[in-house]
């Protein structure tokens, strides 16, 4: 923090250098007091505005620091500092926009000042302006070459950058001058924690988490005064790379090294959250959520984790709240328009997702995108991942415009769309690792409509409809968004492939084998003690489980112990890694005869992947949405006799179909004949009851006396 001018009147400069030691030491009342004394002594003073500016983005307070920030740089417009100091009030206003000519002033005045490239390039890359960011820290860098934060943010962008271009041989270029970037970076700055959390960063970034494991450790093997940031980043590489017991292990030591920051507290949540103590990962991610800085993933995976512990509508509501409120206001400034909602008998209709590619939603979106009408609805979509494999190649042939958008920030990419001029924007993501909450909360088209890759109502601000179905949301118990039904069920299937089913493997081996291929997660107690009661109910039955967790000996070992309380021994569980290959996985659904769902967060995709090799599967339907979606797909086949409304009822429901082999058996020889008969797998009848609650919700925005589309929030 700079001392005041020292032309600066005797008086006011000892009001502003004690204001100056009272924001170092973080007494903002008594700096905001002092700072009043200097104001009225000097009205037209830069210095009082330059630090009522500081406390104010010290306090969060953004309409305070951009009016402060810009009567300091009318005061004192050759100031680049100040120009530098408004740009950030705008950034923390949301303003983008706005502080990349702020920044832009800062160059002008000061052409060979190598922070104001920097921050002028840190805020085109958040707008999406790669090109523009990676010039402006190469600026940054001709004023000062040993500048190691200038060669951060360059890697950063060059990253981000390798990732957008199309031919391979360019993406390597960038990728590799990223990796030069960052290497220059920790060269200047070897005993830098910041820095090297940067180095870390670019090489997650670029999808190279193995690489940074060792030298991690290394550095810190060398430095055993490190922060528990550190000791983070390497529980944060390790659960990148699956090895989730090592990884808490580490988020241990980092707790224990402490502070505990919400970066740290989040990891710890989520990491709990995979090993069945799903109530205090809720507990940490709680911490992490109150905390006056909260940590970005905190909310999500709050918000998440709640559907694996709770079945009270209004007790998931809540926390989807408490995730909601820690959304980032919506940006100041400018913005492209929305569209004036009207009848229209062609809408155009934007996709937002983070799973365009060999991912379950992939399973229920590809025979809708392959059968919407041109003549009705015209398909965007805005691809939110950096992988772009053979199924994203399939998706993207099915639509009028793809847009990769991974790389863009919220802003740059709420710009986008609104740009774009979207009538409908379907969020397929909500809460989930690739979302964009903050776009859809800043309302990015006229009408937004959530749709199954979220299950429950995300309590998003500016989600004007759900499509679900009258199972799943019926129309008395739908809290949160307001639902548009499908009937009879919300899912529409396409199975990736067509292995042979063979015969249940109770013919041959002479007992049943129950199992379950959902994340570990979903295990909550309840689901486990179901299960349990099931295996004491049918004598010698075995229960498969597998998930990708379960490569984790220490969390193996977790399980058996869980269900050894549970009076269920070892040789009655039957423990699989996940692997990669997706024969395998499917091939393994012929080693089971009947699928147990989890409660209270159904399976939705692997209960459709276990009917169509031919397993029954029994589930348990709940209050809240997420317990329901097995009733729907169950209902939908016609099945109901499969759906339990108690825990009593699931566990005899589960016991009288293991004593029926022959029944078993004639569902396994049956299972893709009805499935395909079924609306389940009616992708052209699907589609057009799609399309009909499409244009049912934009006619009741037409026609809605307060527009939808105007923001909520």
């Not at 009016?67 to 120009?83: S, V």
């Not at 959250?273 to 991610?285: T, Y």
């Not at 008998?345 to 590809?366: N, P, T």
Request: with cysteine; glycine share 6%; net charge neutral.
């Amino acid at each position: 923090m700079s001392a005041p001018h020292p032309s600066a009147p005797p008086a006011l400069r000892a009001l502003l250098l004690q204001a100056q030691g009272l924001l170092e030491r973080r007494s903002w009342q008594d700096a905001g007091q002092v700072l009043e004394r200097a104001r009225a002594l000097a009205p037209a003073d830069a210095e009082v505005a330059r630090l009522t500016t500081l406390r104010a983005l010290m306090l969060g307070d953004a309409a305070l620091a951009v009016a402060e920030a810009q009567r300091a740089c009318t005061l004192a417009a050759e100031r680049a500092d100040l120009w530098m100091l408004l740009g950030r009030a705008h950034k923390l206003a949301g303003g983008l926009e706005a502080a990349i000519d702020a920044y832009r002033e800062a160059v002008t005045r000061s052409p060979a000042l190598a922070e104001a490239h920097v921050s002028l390039g840190i805020a085109l890359k958040a707008a999406g302006r790669l090109d523009e960011a990676v010039q402006a820290q190469r600026r940054a860098l001709q004023a000062n070459p040993r500048l190691a934060v200038a060669h951060v943010n360059l890697a950063n962008s060059l990253a981000l950058l390798s990732r957008e271009r199309g031919d391979a041989a360019t993406a390597s270029d960038l990728e590799a001058q990223a990796l030069a970037a960052i290497e220059r970076a920790r060269a200047l700055a070897p005993d830098d924690e910041s820095i090297l959390n940067a180095w870390v960063g670019v090489h997650h970034q670029l999808d190279r988490h193995e690489s940074t494991l060792a030298p991690l450790l290394q550095w810190i093997a060398s430095h055993p005064e490190a922060g528990a940031a550190a000791l983070t980043r390497v529980a944060l590489t390790l659960l990148h790379l699956g090895r989730q017991a090592e990884a808490f292990d580490w988020a241990r030591r980092a707790q224990a090294r402490g502070p505990e920051s919400a970066e740290l507290l989040s990891a710890l949540g989520s990491l709990l959250l995979h090993r069945l103590e799903q109530q205090q990962g809720l507990e940490l991610l709680t911490r992490a959520a109150d905390l006056p800085a909260p940590d970005p993933a905190a909310g999500p995976t709050l918000a998440i984790g709640s559907l694996y512990l709770h079945d009270d509508p209004a007790q998931i509501a809540a926390v989807h709240a408490k995730a909601a409120a820690l959304l980032k206001p919506q940006p100041t400034g400018e913005a492209p328009a929305l569209g004036q909602p009207q009848p229209k008998q062609r809408l155009r209709v934007g996709y937002l997702s983070g799973d365009l590619r060999r991912h379950s939603v992939a399973y229920f979106i590809e025979s809708l995108w392959a059968r919407h009408d041109p003549a009705r609805v015209e398909v965007w979509a805005y691809h939110n991942h950096r992988v772009h494999d053979e199924v994203s190649e399939r998706l993207k042939a099915r639509v009028a415009q793809w847009r990769p958008c991974a790389g863009l920030s919220d802003e740059a990419l709420w710009r986008l769309i609104r740009s774009d001029q979207i009538d409908v924007l379907i969020d397929l993501s909500g809460w989930t690792h690739h979302g964009r909450p903050e776009v859809l909360a800043w309302r990015a088209a006229p009408l937004q409509i959530a749709f199954l890759g979220y299950p429950t109502a995300s309590a998003i601000p500016n989600i004007d409809f759900r499509i679900s179905d009258a199972v799943i949301d019926p129309p008395d118990s739908a809290p949160g968004d307001a639902v548009l039904r499908c009937a009879p069920s919300m899912f529409c299937y396409r199975p990736d492939t067509e292995l042979a089913v063979g015969e249940p493997p109770c013919l041959s081996q002479g007992f049943i084998t129950f199992g379950s291929f959902n994340n570990i997660p979903k295990w909550s107690p309840a689901t486990l003690a179901l299960w349990a009661e099931v295996l004491h109910a049918v004598p010698g039955a075995r229960l498969m489980l597998k998930t990708r967790a379960l490569q984790d000996p220490g969390l193996r070992e977790q399980v058996v112990q869980r269900f050894a309380a549970l009076g269920i021994g070892t040789a009655r569980l039957q423990l699989e890694a996940h692997r990669d290959d997706l024969s395998h996985h499917l091939a393994l659904y012929r080693d089971i005869d009947i699928a147990l769902d989890c409660f209270p967060y159904n399976g939705a995709t692997t209960t459709l992947e276990a009917l169509w090799s031919g397993v029954p599967v029994i589930t348990l339907a709940g209050r809240s949405a997420a317990a329901r979606m097995g009733a729907s797909i169950l209902g939908a086949l016609g099945r109901p006799d499969w759906v339990a409304q108690r825990p009593a009822d699931f566990v005899a429901a589960a016991a009288g179909l293991a004593a029926m082999p022959s029944a078993i058996a004639g569902f396994r020889a049956d299972a893709r004949r009805l499935l395909r008969q079924s609306a389940l797998m009616d992708a052209a009848g699907f589609t057009r009851r799609f399309e009909d609650l499409l244009f049912e919700g934009w006619q009741r925005l037409c026609s809605a006396a307060t527009p939808l589309g105007q923001p909520s929030r």
